[in-house]
C-alpha cells in the first residue's frame, strides 16, 4: 500500500461513482466485545474486528493487565481468554492514547479487582476530554480513591481500585454515554445488584442501548428506564454465557462518509454489510442524507446510494443522538442549494478536539460561510466563492488529530469543483485516520479509479 503524502491531495471524481465498498468493523463494538471478553467466562474468537489504533490501545491494555490476547489482521481475528472478571496484575502503567472508549471503559473495568494500583495518562487531547462523571461515580461509591497528577476530573490520574459493592450509584453522562456503559459493563461484579440514576435531563442513549444489547449478547441482562433515567444490573454470576464466536458489524459511522459521497461525485455506490448492523444508531443518519434528497435502497446484505435527482436540500436537523455523523453532514452542507443548520452537538466540542469549531474553520478556509453557536452551526453553500479561493491549488485542510474532520474533508474533495478534474483540497496529517479507519484514503481513491474506469 502506498504511504499517504502530508499533506494528502484529494483527487475529485471526474466520473459519477460507480462501485462498491465494503466497511470495516465497528470500533465501538469491537472495542466492548474486547472487553466484554475479558470479562466473560470462557475463550472468545471474536471476528470482523476492526483492526486500528483504538483497538490497539484496548488489546495492548487488556495484556498488559495480563490476559491472553491473540490477533490476526488479515483474517480480522481476535482470541481473548476470558478470566470470569479476574485482572491478574495489581499494579500497572496503561496508556490510553486518544481513545475515549478505551479510556472510560478500562477505568470503570479496573475498579473490579479490589486492591488494584493503575497508572493512567493519554495523548494531550484526551487530557482534555471528560472523564469526572466516571471518576466522580467511582469515588462517591466507594470503587476506587483517586490521585491526580493534574487538574482533577482529567487525565493523568492513579486510580486504587477497592470493587464495587453494588447498591446505588448516582452518574453525570452528560458529557459521554460512555461513561454509563463503562460502569454498566463493569457493576455484573459488584457484590450485590446496582441501580444506576444518571444526573441530568438529557443522555445520548444509541451507545447506551448498544452496550445493553452486547451485554445481553454475552448472557448479561439489565434493565432500563430511559424516562427517569434509572439502570438496573444484576450481580452474580456475570456473562454466563457468551458465545463462542462473536462477529463484530460494521460500522455505521464509518459508514456515514460512502452513505454521503454520491452527494459529492453523483452516480451509485453500493456499501456491503450493512443490512447486518442493528446495534448502531448511527445508521440513522441514513435518513438526514434521504431528506436531502439522495436514493437510498436497503436490502440485508448491502445498500445502494443513488445521487440526487435534483439539487440537494438543506434542512434543521438535531444530530445529537447521531453526533458523529454531523461532521459528514457540515461538508456536503457546502454543496446544496439551501442552508443546512445542525443541532444539539454541544458536547462534541470536548471530543477528540473541538469539532463544531474545526468544522467552521476549515469550512470557512474554503470560501463557505459558517454560523457557529455554542451547540450548533449552520451552514450557507457558495460555491461560487469556494472556486474563487481554491483557484490557486488545493487548500490544506487542518485535522486537529481527528479523523472524522480528515474523512469529511475528504468525502468534499471529491466534488470535481471547477469541472475539470483539478484537486482543490487537501488534508493535512491523514493518517489520524489510523484511529477508526486506517485505509480509508485507499478505499476513496480505489473508488475514484473504479468509477473512471467502469
Known amino acids: ?154 487525565f493523568p490520574f492513579t486510580l486504587k481500585t477497592h470493587g464495587y459493592a453494588g447498591g446505588t450509584m448516582k452518574a453525570d453522562a452528560s458529557e459521554s454515554s460512555q461513561i454509563l456503559s463503562a460502569l454498566m459493563m463493569a457493576l455484573p461484579f459488584a457484590k450485590k445488584d446496582t441501580t444506576v440514576h444518571v444526573l441530568g435531563v438529557k443522555m445520548r442513549t444509541p451507545y447506551v442501548v448498544m452496550t445493553l444489547d452486547m451485554m445481553e449478547q454475552f448472557g448479561q441482562a439489565g434493565s432500563c428506564d430511559f424516562t427517569t433515567l434509572t439502570f438496573h444490573i444484576s450481580a452474580g454470576c456475570p456473562y454466563p454465557d457468551a458465545p463462542a464466536n462473536y462477529v463484530v458489524e460494521p460500522d455505521a459511522s464509518a459508514a456515514s462518509y460512502f452513505l454521503a459521497l454520491p452527494a459529492a461525485t453523483g452516480g451509485e455506490l453500493t456499501i456491503h454489510g450493512l443490512g447486518a448492523a442493528r446495534l448502531q444508531g448511527d445508521l440513522e443518519y441514513a435518513q438526514v442524507l434521504e431528506h436531502a434528497g439522495l436514493k437510498i435502497e436497503r436490502d440485508l446484505d448491502r445498500w445502494i446510494v443513488r445521487e440526487a435527482e435534483s439539487g440537494l436540500v438543506g434542512a434543521t436537523t438535531d444530530f445529537y443522538q447521531i453526533s458523529d455523523t454531523f461532521l459528514t453532514q457540515a461538508a456536503v452542507a457546502a454543496l446544496m442549494e439551501t442552508p443546512t443548520r445542525i443541532t444539539g452537538i454541544g458536547h462534541t466540542r470536548h471530543q477528540e ?26 451552514i450557507y453553500p457558495d460555491r461560487a466563492k469556494m472556486r474563487e479561493v481554491a483557484a490557486d491549488g488545493p487548500i490544506a485542510i487542518d485535522t486537529y488529530e481527528d479523523h472524522r474532520v480528515a474523512m469529511s474533508f475528504g468525502v468534499l474533495g471529491s466534488y470535481d469543483l471547477f469541472g475539470d478534474g483539478r484537486p482543490w483540497i487537501s488534508i493535512k496529517d491523514p493518517k489520524c485516520c489510523s484511529k477508526t479507519f486506517p485505509d480509508f484514503f485507499h478505499v476513496l481513491e480505489s473508488l475514484r479509479e473504479e468509477s473512471v474506469t467502469a
Open 353 to 378: 478536539t473541538d469539532r463544531i469549531a474545526a468544522m467552521a474553520t476549515e469550512l470557512g478556509k474554503l470560501g463557505v460561510r459558517v454560523e457557529e453557536g455554542e451547540g450548533e452551526m449552520t
Open 1 to 154: 500500500m502506498t504511504p499517504l503524502s502530508d499533506p494528502h491531495v484529494i483527487q475529485p471524481f471526474t466520473q459519477p461513482i460507480n462501485g462498491s465498498v465494503s466497511l470495516p468493523g465497528s470500533k465501538s463494538i469491537s472495542n466492548r466485545s474486547l472487553l466484554l471478553a475479558a470479562m466473560s467466562q470462557r475463550r472468545v474468537v471474536l471476528h470482523d474486528c476492526l483492526f486500528s489504533r483504538d483497538t490497539e490501545i484496548m488489546m495492548q491494555a487488556l495484556q498488559t493487565l495480563g490476559f491472553t490476547v491473540e490477533s490476526d489482521p488479515v483474517t480480522r481475528r481476535i482470541e481473548v481468554e476470558g478470566l470470569g472478571g479476574s485482572i491478574p496484575v495489581a499494579e500497572a502503567d496503561i496508556d490510553v492514547g486518544n481513545s475515549g472508549t478505551s479510556a472510560r471503559l478500562l477505568t470503570a473495568f479496573l475498579a473490579i479487582r479490589n486492591g488494584g494500583v493503575y497508572h493512567l495518562d493519554g495523548d494531550e487531547p484526551m487530557r482534555k476530554r471528560p472523564m469526572r462523571g466516571l471518576l466522580t461515580a467511582l469515588e462517591s461509591s466507594g470503587a476506587a480513591t483517586i490521585e491526580y497528577h493534574a487538574e482533577p476530573g482529567f
